[in-house]
């Protein structure tokens, strides 16, 4: 992800099969772009494939507009990385039309936002760490359940303290990311305390993810080609993808 950069994120799956050079030409064009309910768009990419996995053209001459269900329309302007927009706020169960022209070919693709995330319940934000433990649930946290048919939830937690104060372990710790480089079904999840690795406010965000989309947040982001080959395809007119995202953040306090 990754999309956005959260996703970003949003972390590795499996090593890609070989790519199908056919399609990954350069001269075709590539949008990747990822809406996020409650802000503004910020992170829709437009270029063209140069050569090996991340060498990349922008294409920061084209005039891309963004279009929402009610008739509210946002040209996307380019800021040196990526097309944006100050003047529309992305809203959850929307649906947003993306329409651009490159060379004469008209390049659409369209996304419905997720349901918003809610909170439903956190047993304790203020945490006490044992350094002894081997590893004991600390913290439980519930959400909204959406469908899980069509929508799955992905994990992130940060340390917020710029200076990191280490949390002396006998055992591994910091292992959060481990457990949940995948997406996950269920509207809840326990925090253990050997999740965490330092000690400090730390914030916990869920992301609502459609399942068709999955393979854009669990793929490294690095290797361009081979998301393109892997991911979803929903753009007419170019390769790549077009989703969005809705989202909820919880702070904790490890001590």
């Known amino acids: 992800?990754?999309?956005?950069?959260?996703?970003?994120?949003?972390?590795?799956?499996?090593?890609?099969?070989?790519?199908?050079?056919?399609?990954?030409r350069s001269e075709n064009p590539v949008l990747m772009g990822i809406l996020y309910a409650g802000q503004q768009s910020s992170s829709i990419r437009f270029f063209k494939l140069t050569g090996g996995e991340t060498t990349t053209e922008p294409l920061s001459n084209v005039a891309l507009t963004?279009?929402?269900?009610?008739?509210?329309?946002?040209?996307?302007?380019?800021?040196?990385?990526?097309?944006?927009?100050n003047s529309m706020l992305i809203q959850p169960q929307r649906t947003y039309n993306l329409k651009a022209n490159y060379n004469g070919e008209n390049i659409a693709s369209s996304c419905t936002i997720p349901p918003a995330l809610i909170l439903v319940n956190i047993s304790q934000s203020n945490i006490d760490i044992d350094e002894s433990s081997e590893g004991s649930p600390?913290?439980?946290?519930?959400?909204?359940?959406?469908?899980?048919?069509?929508?799955?939830?992905?994990?992130?937690?940060?340390?917020?303290?710029e200076v990191k104060t280490p949390i002396p372990f006998e055992v591994?710790?910091?292992?959060?990311?481990?457990?949940?480089?995948?997406?996950?079904?269920n509207s809840a999840v326990t925090l253990f305390d050997t999740d965490f690795k330092?000690?400090?406010?730390h914030r916990l965000t869920v992301y609502a993810i459609e399942r068709s989309l999955e393979n854009v947040y669990f793929y490294?982001?690095?290797?361009?080609?081979?998301?393109?080959?892997?991911?979803?395809?929903?753009?007419?007119?170019?390769?790549?993808?077009?989703?969005?995202?809705?989202?909820?953040s919880v702070e904790m306090l490890i001590q």
């Open 220 to 248: 490294n982001s690095s290797d361009i080609r081979g998301l393109l080959q892997s991911g979803p395809d929903n753009i007419h007119g170019a390769q790549g993808y077009f989703g969005g995202v809705s989202s909820l």
């Open 66 to 85: 963004l279009f929402d269900d009610l008739g509210n329309e946002a040209p996307l302007q380019y800021n040196g990385s990526t097309y944006v927009t």
């Open 138 to 161: 600390v913290t439980n946290i519930s959400w909204n359940e959406l469908d899980n048919e069509k929508y799955s939830y992905a994990l992130k937690l940060e340390n917020l303290e």
């Open 1 to 24: 992800m990754r999309i956005s950069r959260l996703l970003i994120l949003l972390i590795c799956t499996s090593s890609c099969s070989k790519y199908d050079e056919g399609v990954l």
């Open 198 to 201: 330092y000690y400090g406010q």
């Open 172 to 185: 591994p710790s910091g292992n959060f990311e481990r457990l949940y480089d995948s997406p996950v079904l």
